[in-house]
Each structure stands twice: as C-alpha cells, then as structure tokens.
C-alpha cells in the first residue's frame, strides 16, 4: 500500500481536460460555467478599493481562481468595517467576490479552467511567441545578408563604371567633357597610326616581289593604300583620289553637341563688321567725294548707242586688277580646283570606306608573312626549297625572327585601330549624339549604385526593427513561460490531494 501511495500519476498536458472529465472531476458544462464566472469578474474589478496589491492581480493578462482567493483575503482586510456580529459582510465587493469564489469550487470548475489555461499556453501562447522571435531572428539574418549584397553589387557597379571609362580612356570625373575632349584628339592619333605606316617599306617590297615570283613577272601593286600611307602618311581623300595635294582644306561641318548654354544677354552677330566693310566696298551707288548730292549713276542712257559710248561708257574695271580673278570649275562640279571639300577633304583614316580599306591590307600582310614563317620553319621540305631557288634575294635572305618582327609590327597597327577605345570615338565621331548615350550608359551604372546603397540602409532599418521586435518579445516570453510553470505546479498540487498526496507530473510541457 505503501509503495502504491509513492507512485506518480503522470498526465500528458494535451489530455489533460479530457482527463478531468473521465474521472468526474469536472462536470461536461464547464466551459458554461467558466463564462459565468468570467462575467462575474468583469462586473466586480470595475468597483475595487485602492490597494496597489490588488492593481497588480488585475493588471495581469487573465484572472484566475487564486487570483480571486487573494483579492478576498486582502478585502478582509480593507472592508472588515462592514463585518456584522454574525461574521458575515455586508460589503457588496465582499460579497462579489466571495460568489465568485463559489462559483469556481463549484463542480472543481477552478480546475479545468486552470487546465485548459495552460494547454493553451502550452499548445498555442508560448510557441506563437516562440515563433515569432525566431521570425524575427530569421528575418535579421535575411537583411544582413541583403545588406551585405547590396554593399557588394554597389561596389561592383562603380567598379564597372570605372572600368568602362578607363575602356574610353577617361577618368570618369566628367564623362562628357572628356569624351568630347577625346575626340579632339582623335585626328592626332589617327595621324601617328598613319605614320607607324610609313616602317612598312620593307614588308610591302617583300610581299610585292612575292607575288611577282609566285604569278611570274606580275605588274600588279599590292596594297596600293598602304603604298600611299607608306609614302605620304594620313592624306585627305582629295590627295588620295587626286594624286596631288590640295591647296586648302574645308573640312564638313559636323553635328555639335552643345556644352553648355551660352549666358542670356548676349547676341551673336557673327562677322557683322567685317561684312558690313567688304559690303560697302563692293556696292558702288556712284557717289563721290566732290559732289556728294549728284544723282546716281546707274549706267543707264536715254541717248544714242554713239553718245552712250562716248559720255556714258561702262567701266568694267581693271581687267589686270589681281583683286578680280575668275575661277576655273571643273565640268558638273561647284568645287573650285585643288579645293578639298565636303568628304574629300577627311582623311584617309577618318573614313570609313579607306579605314576599313587600310585595316583589310594590313591583315592581307599579316597573313602573308605568317604564312612565310609557316614555311620558313619547314625546313625539310625539299619542294619548298628548291621552289624558292630562283627566288630574289629578298625572299631568300628573310628569317624567321624579321618575319616575327615585321609581324608584330603588324599587330600593334592593327590593335591600335581596331581597339575598343577607338570604335567609340569613331562612333562619337560619326554621331556626336552618341556622346550622350554614353554618357548616359555610364551614369546609368552610378545610380544603379546609388540605388543599391539606398537599399542598403533600407534593409539596415529594417533589420534594426526586426532587432527591437525580439527584444520586445523576449520578455513576453520569459514571463508567459514563468506564469504557464506556475499554473503547472498549481494543477499538480490540487491533483495530488485529490490522491492522498501521490505525486503529480504532467507530461510534455517542455518549458
């Protein structure tokens, strides 16, 4: 008997009501009950004396049945006026809480609303709590690690920026400004590449005998616009076709993107008062300094031819006046001889017919001295070399290591021309407009990084939120959990007098 009084009742806290109820320790109502009781308590908390103890009972979130023991026991205390010779008070608080009291003994219905509070903070209370600080956890980590990225993908857009400006060859402070100042620059450089040209006499000679010993005696000239460039230089397309050089240069107006608005207030006249002198110069009204009120001389007779001729003739001036020229047109052309104008006066490397035409020769050489260093590695050939027997001399005295060279320099012409940075400033040059897509193109990656460091600090507010969002749940929590322990021990206690004092242990509460 003695080791049966000694064994736990061990109770799982979800089937902790039906519990209860199998073994008649509730009634089947009492959920009725409890909302009895309940209302009770909402009418009698509105008429409470002051006693700060009894604030604290009722500031808690739900007032239970030991709640309501203590509240009595303290308004023994603060109505004893009102006790009669009987022991009974006539207070109505007292006597409010004391049928609420009674109505909670009544059918044990203290008990299974005590059992029913904390399988419901058990099941339901602490790990919604629970789950939203690991929301809130879960949700740091997610805008730290947005954070970090942001910070990263910034940096790499700036990155990308400068790298594209440095593929222009600028530093990027004022993209437009020094896109603009490129291509002023571009005619200079284009002249150095035409010049780099000119240290091709040797390959050209190579190439132009090579052919004339492989076709037998050809008169053909090979790369005839490197032959020119080689000689001569980055010519004006005028001297190219021509063949002479011009005696002046009007190169074509092109489409100006503007750099800034010229001030208000201020009018262009232009050559106004150049103009207006040359005006005065060639219009002739027939005033003269002696009699400045004589009518004007239109050259215009009424009289005979004979007296027109004698006291009327026109004077058509000096004919051997150097001033008055007349110039000599070429037949269906407006241009005067040795003028370059209009396209005829870019130059060879600013055009895209001749560049394209300059670049195709340039790799034409290429091919043909790497197929000679090809050949000249293959010495055991015997058909090669008794091929080349008759050759020149410049063929045969050529090796390996002049082939490589003149093939490098080669290359280093062809890179110059073809590379990134000058596609754009031939594209700026053949459309000044393209200046502001790039620029454009190129603060377009700045505010992407703009951007991205807003969204940075956005997600550095939102994490700090989240952040006090669990510091103000912690202590929900820790309370919650304090209070359901509380509630546990209460339930054990009152369980186990039911059982003459055998130990209680409600199982799966996990707090």
Request: glycine share 6%.
């Amino acid at each position: 008997m003695q080791d049966y009084q000694n064994l736990p009742i061990d109770i799982q806290t979800s089937k902790l009501l039906d519990w209860l109820v199998d073994r008649r320790h509730c009634s089947l109502k009492w959920q009725g009950q409890v909302r009895t009781v309940r209302e009770k308590i909402a009418l009698a908390i509105q008429d409470m004396p002051e006693n700060e103890e009894i604030k604290q009972l009722l500031s808690g979130s739900y007032i239970h049945y030991f709640h309501c023991l203590r509240i009595v026991d303290i308004l023994k205390g603060t109505e004893a006026s009102t006790k009669n010779i009987f022991g009974r008070y006539s207070s109505q608080r007292m006597k409010d809480w004391q049928e609420i009291v009674s109505l909670y003994e009544k059918d044990n219905t203290y008990l299974v609303e005590l059992a029913n509070l904390l399988v419901r903070n058990v099941s339901y209370e602490i790990p919604s709590l629970k789950k939203q600080i690991g929301k809130c956890q879960q949700l740091q980590q997610e805008y730290s690690r947005k954070e970090e990225e942001c910070q990263l993908a910034a940096a790499e857009m700036r990155e990308r920026f400068y790298s594209s400006c440095k593929q222009y060859g600028i530093t990027g402070d004022d993209v437009r400004r020094e896109l603009l100042a490129l291509v002023k620059d571009l005619p200079s450089q284009l002249d150095d590449i035409g010049a780099g040209a000119k240290g091709l006499l040797e390959v050209i000679n190579l190439y132009q005998a090579c052919v004339q010993f492989v076709c037998d005696s050809s008169t053909e000239q090979v790369v005839p616009l490197l032959r020119h460039m080689q000689v001569l230089g980055n010519t004006t397309i005028y001297q190219w076709r021509r063949g002479v050089e011009p005696t002046s240069v009007e190169r074509p107006k092109t489409e100006e993107v503007k750099e800034a608005v010229e001030p208000e207030g201020q009018i262009d006249w232009g050559d106004f008062g150049e103009e207006s002198t040359s005006a005065a110069e060639v219009v002739n009204y027939g005033n003269s300094a002696e009699g400045a009120n004589e009518e004007i001389d239109w050259g215009i007779s009424l009289e005979s031819d004979t007296q027109a001729s004698s006291t009327g003739d026109i004077d058509w001036g000096d004919t051997n006046d150097d001033a008055a020229q007349i110039t000599v047109l070429e037949a269906g052309s407006e241009t005067p001889e040795g003028v370059a104008r209009g396209p005829d006066a870019l130059t060879l490397l600013e055009t895209l017919e001749t560049r394209n035409q300059f670049i195709d020769e340039l790799m034409e050489l290429e091919i043909f001295l790497s197929q000679r260093i090809v050949e000249t590695n293959e010495e055991a050939d015997i058909l090669s070399v008794s091929q080349f027997q008759l050759a020149p001399p410049i063929l045969q005295d050529q090796t390996k290591e002049k082939l490589e060279v003149m093939v490098a320099t080669i290359q280093d012409l062809i890179g110059r021309l073809t590379s990134l940075r000058m596609q754009h400033l031939f594209m700026i040059l053949a459309s000044p407009r393209y200046v502001d897509r790039v620029t454009e193109l190129l603060h377009q990656k700045l505010k992407q990084a703009d951007l991205l460091l807003l969204k940075k600090d956005l997600m550095v507010l939102k994490r700090q939120e989240a952040l006090e969002e669990q510091t103000s749940l912690e202590p929900k929590l820790d309370l919650l959990v304090q209070k359901t322990r509380d509630l546990q021990k209460l339930i054990e206690a009152d369980i186990s007098k039911r059982y003459n004092g055998r130990p209680v242990n409600l199982m799966g509460t996990s707090l």
